[in-house]
Structures are given as structure tokens and as C-alpha cells.
């Protein structure tokens, strides 16, 4: 059994965490009675362990559900008013924070485009003023925030909050993301990857909602990849799981980022993209692309565009990079046999162009019993996947502290008693 906020391979243990997941799950709100059966508790059991949670105003009472019999139970529901948290998306060419309350529910984002190139001092800068702007147009303060989540896209050490030898992170190895935050914000702070927290976000909010084995794709500017299996975050011994990316697909073929030469990212990633098409433009190849003022600074998006517009050649590019990842994607099916496969970043917006390819890939190259028994998707969070699996993040890492400053009140008031 796999509960929305105890997703992580550490997750406690503690039952009023389970608790506390099953009363944030409920949308209409639930009852003790409901949490006893869904735990296998006995009632007089639950109802302590929500006292508990009552007492750190994490949880409150309703009294608006109506039985066939008249009968009126208490329901519960997270307080939403107990605090705020914060979800930021750090890509490879953009930042995003969204300001969300203490149930999850979003209340302000915005997003600005950045290179994470520019090293970790400049990056983490404009992280915090765009976690204040957002906090201003959510009439919020730092004060209301209770916890950060964080995603880079880069493999990273999530007990330490630092990257390690992030391919398109040059200058971030071992950076002390988490602490330098904390100790600006003085709030907790976790740091994911972001296509984890990508995979996290779809899980948790959309369309591989409860999915126990799940794979998100980020297709951005780089390729990463976000595993939940058996209802777990699969994060790999120091967080470089997933990085599919850097399966080499070509021999010999085009340089990647990583320094290999014929990696899925560097054949098919937005960088990629755009490389293809200037080489293509510069060969006088016929295309709408050609007529864009500077080549040189022709990108994915403008690719995308071209192809939505009925673009041949942009269409061929996209084709040619769907049938890539639906190649190591194919690979992964046959490995993992996931339920859900989540296509999703800034290339994925693309929609079919990019989808059509993968799916005719993994019928074509998948083991029968694999393709029968999965879903070959597009993101439904649409650009704010990651953003929002930071929510996610940061609203688990919240109810830890939460349960463990009330275990520890626990303890105390039963010394004090002795």
C-alpha cells in the first residue's frame, strides 16, 4: 500500500503519519471510522492518533456529512489555513515556484526563463526572488511558509541536498544546495531531481494519480527520467537513477553534454532539436525556418512552432526524435513494466508530433505483455510537473516535522508525568 506523501524509500513509519496521509487523500474530507478500516486500527487506536494530530492544528474537524441514516460523523480535513508551502522547478533553461497551502491546493505561480549554466551563485539567487515575487502575488510571507521543495536537473544526493557531476549543471558538483537555502530562508528545504519530483508531481496530482509503478520522461532542453515503483520513489544509491538520457542509442554519433558521443539526449533532447534543424536550415534545406531572422539562435520551441504550422522538415525533427526515445523507452518497458509512462518538459507541449512516434516505437519494440498492461501518456500537469511534485515534496517534508516535533512533545509530557 502506497500513500500519496509516503512515497519516499525512507518514509516513517510512525501511524500518525498514515494518518495524516489518508486525512490529506480524502478530498470531501473522511472519518475515524474510515481510517480504522483503511489501516486495519482498531477505532479507539485512531481516534488518539488523530487527537494527536488535532493538537498541532495540522487537522480539523467537520461536521457536514450525512449518512443514510441521519447520522452525522466528524469528519476530518487538513487545515488549510495551518500554513503554506513552496514547490520550485529549476530546468535547464528556466525557473518555476508555485506558493500553495498546507492541503496542496496551488494559490500563486510564476515562471521566468534562466540558465542554470550560469553556476549555482547566480541560479539560486534569482531562485529566491522569484519565490518572493511569488509570495507577494500570493499576499503571502516567508513567515506563513512552513517548507521548500526544490528540483534541479541534475542527479542529486537528496540526503545532502547537492548535486553530483551533473552533466548540464557545470560548476554545481557538490554545491551545498539545501544548506545555502536553509540558512536564507531558515525554513526546511528538500532538493530532488526534477524529473523525479516530475514523476512525483503526476503521481500525486495527475495522470498517473495512485499509479504503484510509474516512469515520467522530461523532454526539455536535456532528457531525464523519474521512476515510482511499488508505490516508492526509486532514486538509485546517490540519486542518478533514470538518466535515460545518457543511454547511447548511435555509436560515434553527435557529442553529448556528458562527454559520450550517441546519448538519447543528444539525439533527441531540445538542444538536439534545435542543433539538427540550424545544420538543416544552413544546408539549404526547404523550411519555414529558414525565414526567422537569426539561425543562430533558432531553438525547440521555434521547431515545434514550424511543425504545428505543417512544417515538413520540423515534423520530420520531431518524428525522428520521438522514434529515439521510444527506442530507450522501449527498453525501459521491457525492464520496469510500468503501469503509466509520462511524457512531459517543454518539448513534450509539442503533443502528438512527439507522443505518436514514442507510442509506435514501444508497440513496435516493447514485449507484448508490457504494452497490453500500460499507458503511454502526456503529462496532464502540462509544464508544471516538477513544480508541483516540489509541492508534493515540500508538503511531505512539512508532516515530517510536523509528526516528529509531536512525537517529541509526547515524550516530554510523559517524563514530565513520571
Not at 53 to 65: A, C, F, N, Q, S
Not at 155 to 165: D, F, N, R
Request: net charge neutral; glycine share 12%.
Amino acid at each position: 500500500m502506497g500513500y500519496p506523501l509516503s512515497i519516499y524509500p525512507r518514509a516513517p513509519r510512525d501511524h500518525r503519519r498514515l494518518v495524516l496521509d489518508l486525512i490529506h487523500e480524502s478530498r470531501d474530507g473522511t472519518t475515524r471510522a474510515e481510517i480504522a478500516r483503511s489501516l486495519e486500527l482498531s477505532r479507539s487506536a485512531v481516534s488518539g492518533l488523530v487527537d494527536d494530530l488535532l493538537h498541532t492544528g495540522l487537522v480539523r474537524e467537520l461536521d457536514k456529512r450525512q449518512t443514510r441514516a441521519g447520522r452525522r460523523p466528524i469528519g476530518l480535513e487538513i487545515n488549510a489555513s495551518a500554513g503554506q508551502i513552496v514547490g520550485v522547478d529549476v530546468g535547464a533553461t528556466h525557473i518555476r515556484a508555485i506558493l500553495a497551502d498546507i492541503a496542496g491546493r496551488p494559490l500563486a505561480e510564476l515562471s521566468t526563463s534562466f540558465d542554470v549554466r550560469v553556476g549555482p551563485e547566480k541560479t539560486l539567487a534569482e531562485v529566491r526572488r522569484l519565490v518572493e515575487r511569488v509570495m507577494r502575488d500570493g499576499e503571502s510571507s516567508l513567515g506563513r511558509v512552513r517548507s521548500i521543495g526544490v528540483g534541479v536537473p541534475g542527479p542529486v544526493i537528496s540526503e545532502q541536498g547537492m548535486v553530483l557531476a551533473a552533466p548540464i549543471m557545470p560548476g554545481w558538483t557538490e554545491y551545498p544546495i539545501r544548506h545555502t537555502l536553509e540558512a536564507t530562508w531558515e525554513r526546511p528545504v528538500v532538493v530532488h531531481n526534477d524529473a523525479n519530483l516530475g514523476a512525483l508531481g503526476e503521481w500525486t496530482y495527475g495522470a498517473g494519480r495512485r499509479c504503484p509503478n510509474l516512469v515520467f520522461v522530461k523532454v526539455g532542453t536535456g532528457i531525464g527520467m523519474g521512476m515510482i515503483l511499488g508505490g516508492r520513489l526509486h532514486e538509485g544509491q546517490v540519486g542518478a537513477a533514470g538518466e535515460i538520457g545518457h543511454l547511447t542509442l548511435v555509436e560515434n554519433g553527435p557529442l553529448c553534454s556528458c562527454g559520450n558521443r550517441g546519448c538519447l539526449e543528444a539525439l533527441a533532447g531540445g538542444g538536439a532539436i534545435a542543433r539538427q534543424a540550424r545544420e538543416l536550415v544552413r544546408q539549404g534545406q526547404r523550411t519555414h525556418l529558414s525565414t526567422l531572422a537569426s539561425i543562430d539562435r533558432l531553438s525547440a520551441r521555434d521547431v515545434a512552432e514550424a511543425a504545428a504550422q505543417g512544417d515538413h522538415l520540423a515534423q520530420q525533427l520531431f518524428a525522428q526524435a520521438g522514434e529515439y526515445i521510444g527506442i530507450a523507452l522501449a527498453g525501459v518497458m521491457n525492464m520496469l513494466n510500468p503501469g503509466v509512462v509520462v511524457i512531459g518538459g517543454g518539448v513534450a507541449q509539442s503533443g502528438d508530433l512527439l507522443l505518436e512516434p514514442i507510442r509506435a516505437q514501444i508497440r513496435k519494440r516493447s514485449l507484448q505483455a508490457g504494452v497490453l498492461t500500460s499507458q503511454v501518456t502526456s503529462a496532464s500537469l502540462g509544464l508544471r510537473s516538477s513544480a508541483l511534485g516540489a509541492v508534493a515534496a515540500a508538503l511531505s517534508l512539512c508532516f515530517d516535522h510536523v509528526i516528529a516535533h509531536s512525537a517529541a512533545g509526547l515524550t516530554a509530557s510523559a517524563t514530565e508525568g513520571r
